[in-house]
């Protein structure tokens, strides 16, 4: 089954090295299940001071904070009696997070430039994103690692604009294009238009299922673990299938919130006082009603994603489900509004808890060998020159 | 030292094997699969400790050990001579935590107050004549489509008045400006563009009719807007706020950020409301000016129950005329009894007339 997906999906780098010899899956492979060990409390710690240092060193800290926060996370999750381990190093993490800072920047600025070079930006801007999503996806894969044994990432640097251009060009530009048309113009300018919008927003709706497919496969089919490569065998028409679902309860949520408005609106015609106590009644219940659409969906994904997902023929499994989810998000909300934000480290624990003790994988994890250009010494520093910096996309 | 239990892994295949750990001297003896190897303890990286997961140490040659033991790890550690690090510190004691809460805490609150508002100040100081002006003629450009007609060219007489008493009024110092009058459907309201263009609407003159200091005291608060340049203020704190507000809350609820965002933004607008506020104020009262006659307009605005006085949104009652203060958070402007309550006290007060002397009628100069 991994062979044929090397054989047929293009961009394959070959130049990665020799076919997987993974083990056939033995027949009473025990199953293991991800757990996470990280508490609020020890979290809040690393946070707080994390957050002190970084605002004092004006940002220069927050690479560091970035290093130990994942490797906090990394370290605390257990499969198999053995946890995961992060060694990216700080300054790639500044430096990329630098060269990000400019492009917004340039970004920003386009509007007020002649619009020659506000095009030239938006064009260089498109253009670059490929290549800094492919050197993001290699640095993370590459600087984590389970057992002394790293991740690799080996898609081609041409899968990444194959996912990305036709993107850019089909929703992307027009969609920008339109606003630049609209923006500033009277209402009935603006009616006009409206067709053309409807026909993106069409395009967008249409499309992203597949976009979404594309780009998870191209994350999951080339990563690899050692010598040995992932897999993902996700049909097309189940990733459209489950869109549909999400999108439903979008919309159902967007009627309810609606109907919310509606409600709150009545109130506020006859009776001020009145909504100004429940008001804030209101903004708590349109939060809940995000908490459902946010659970829902990201469950859904996760569990497709990783649930096709396997690792030398050795399946991964995650069935996390919608309701200790929705739990999870409803007390995220509550706790942070209440605490005024002192509530994210426990809350960035619980979301890590839940979506990871969904997780389980039938394999051997004593039989994985590191590939030949990783073991160079624990420091990695070819890593370090190769993977200059990282851009976090 | 005792021998500390390790999973030891070499780093080249994820096969663990049960071995033992050692400090001895300057080395880190490592005794596993019956051999023993020896590594200079300065070359041996230590990870921080966590409470309920196995430390790791690694070697030069990539292999790992994972110790599973607090305890043993600690010993380890401890006789290596290689201590936790400062970070690890910082990050496992509860009293620096909380120390570094309480200095977080007050870098948030004085950034708010102090911080936000003074990068503002600085950058629409120093904010360049071209951005200015890009700012006012979109703003200007858009005002057609909410429904304001042109700038009129031909001035009334009491138009005319009031804007050669306005220039009188103001000190050398006054950005430059030019005064538009507006129909904008009967609604009373007036602003101030960046670019020094102040509107003054139909509905605002209709209100003003007969009590022209009023109108001088909205003609004062507009340009104490262009004064402290409060449009390029507020597009700045307003975007610095709603970066920290993401950066803080974005990772849990966007809903959060925005309306942290919102909150604060607002809060932001009354502070320049009532600084608009105080320089019509000592604009008119330094010239003997009372500003009573504008808190009356500002009541009679909100008594029509139509968009009461220079402000950008009001929900219009639905029911009819009301008299309804909405609490200070959720409004742009402080509440209309405030700002009326200050334009009522404090006015310059006209000479006192003994009832007992006279009515003298005022002297002219001598007729020879």
Redesign the interface.
């Known amino acids: 089954m991994t062979s044929e997906v090397i054989d047929t999906v293009p961009g394959w780098d070959t130049s990665a090295v020799p076919p997987a010899e993974g083990p056939k899956e033995p027949a009473e492979a025990t199953r293991y299940h991800i757990e996470f060990t990280g508490s609020g409390s020890e979290y809040f710690k690393i946070w707080i001071v994390n957050l002190l240092l970084t605002i004092v060193t004006v940002g220069i800290y927050s690479a560091w904070a970035k290093v130990r926060r994942l490797r906090y996370f990394y370290g605390n999750t257990h499969l198999a009696g053995s946890t995961f381990d992060f060694h990216g190093k700080p300054t790639s993490i500044l430096l990329g997070r630098i060269i990000a800072a400019v492009l917004f920047a340039l970004y920003s600025a386009s509007p007020r430039l002649p619009l020659f070079l506000e095009v030239v930006i938006a064009v260089s801007l498109i253009a670059i994103f490929p290549w800094l999503f492919w050197r993001s996806q290699k640095f993370r894969l590459g600087n984590s690692s389970y057992r002394g044994v790293r991740f690799r990432f080996m898609g081609a640097l041409g899968g990444s604009y194959a996912l990305f251009i036709p993107a850019a060009l089909l929703v992307l530009a027009p969609q920008l294009l339109f606003q630049r048309l609209v923006i500033g113009r009277p209402p009935s300018e603006v009616m006009k238009w409206l067709p053309f919008q409807f026909l993106i927003f069409g395009l967008e709706l249409v499309l992203f299922p597949l976009f979404y497919w594309a780009l998870k496969r191209y994350q999951h089919a080339y990563a690899g673990f050692g010598t040995a490569r992932f897999s993902f065998d996700a049909r097309i028409r189940s990733a459209y299938w489950m869109m549909t679902k999400i999108l439903l309860v979008y919309f159902g949520s967007l009627f309810v919130v609606g109907l919310g408005f509606g409600v709150f609106g009545i109130v506020a015609a006859r009776n001020k006082p009145l909504m100004f106590a429940l008001l804030p009644l209101f903004l708590i219940a349109g939060g809940l009603s995000l908490s459902i659409l946010t659970a829902y969906a990201t469950t859904r994904m996760q569990n497709f994603i990783w649930s096709h997902t396997a690792l030398s023929n050795q399946p991964i499994h995650s069935g996390v489900r919608f309701r200790d989810v929705f739990k999870v998000h409803v007390v995220n909300f509550l706790g942070t509004l209440f605490t005024l934000g002192l509530f994210y480290p426990f809350a960035a624990v619980r979301y890590a808890r839940v979506h990871l003790h969904g997780i389980s994988w039938r394999g051997d994890p004593e039989v994985f060998a590191a590939h030949a250009a990783d073991t160079g010494g624990a420091t990695g520093s070819e890593f370090g020159d190769f993977l200059g910096f990282d851009i976090g996309l | 030292m005792d021998r500390v239990p390790v ?1 030891h ?8 094997e049960r071995g033992w750990v050692a400090v001895e001297g300057d080395d880190l003896v490592l005794t596993v699969g019956g051999s023993e190897r020896r590594f200079p303890t300065r070359s041996v ?1 230590f ?2 400790a ?5 430390a ?1 140490i ?7 050990c ?1 110790i599973g033991s607090a305890d043993d790890y600690n010993r380890l550690r401890a006789a290596a001579r290689r201590g936790t690090g400062w ?1 690890e510190r ?5 009293r ?2 909380l120390g ?2 309480v ?2 805490v007050a ?1 948030g609150v004085g950034g708010y107050v102090w911080g936000i508002p003074l990068a503002g100040e600085v950058l629409a100081r120093k904010a360049p004549p071209w ?1 200015v002006e ?1 700012i006012g003629r ?1 703003s200007r ?2 005002l ?2 909410l429904g304001f007609g042109p700038p009129r060219e031909l001035l009334t007489d009491e138009e005319r008045h009031v804007t050669a008493r306005f220039a009188a009024l103001l000190p050398p110092d006054a950005p430059h400006y030019v005064i538009e009058f507006r129909t904008w459907h009967q609604r009373a309201n007036a602003f101030a563009l960046p670019d020094g263009h102040i509107v003054v609407t139909d509905g605002m003159e209709q209100f003003a009719r007969g009590h022209e200091d009023a109108l001088l005291f909205v003609l004062g608060h507009e340009m104490g807007h262009l004064y402290y340049r409060h449009s390029l203020q507020s597009l700045t704190r307003a975007s610095l706020l709603s970066g920290a507000a993401a950066y ?2 974005g ?3 966007s ?2 950020a925005v ?1 942290a965002g919102g909150l604060g933004s607002l809060h932001y607008s009354r502070e320049f409301e009532t600084q608009a506020d105080d320089y019509g104020i000592a604009l008119l009262r330094s010239h003997g000016i009372s500003t009573a006659p504008a808190a009356d307009l500002f009541d009679r605005i909100e008594a029509s129950g139509g968009n009461a006085g220079p402000q950008k949104s009001r ?1 219009t ?3 009819g005329p ?1 008299r ?1 203060d909405f ?1 200070g958070y ?1 409004s742009t402007h402080p509440a209309t009894s405030e700002r009326t309550a200050k334009l009522r006290s404090g006015n310059p007060v006209p000479p006192e007339i003994d009832p007992a002397e006279p009515r003298r009628a005022p002297v002219p100069a001598d007729p020879q």
Request: charge should be negative; glycine fraction near 4%; proline fraction near 6%.
């Open positions: 999973l892994f070499d780093g080249r295949t994820t096969r663990s990286s990870t921080p966590y409470a309920r997961a196995p790791r690694g070697f030069e040659d990539g292999a790992t994972e970070a910082l990050e496992t004691r509860w620096y935590a570094a809460l200095l977080v870098c951005v890009a979109s450009q858009q057609e489509t803080l809350f990772d849990v609820s809903a959060l309306l929900p009652t639905a029911s009301h309804v609490p959720l």
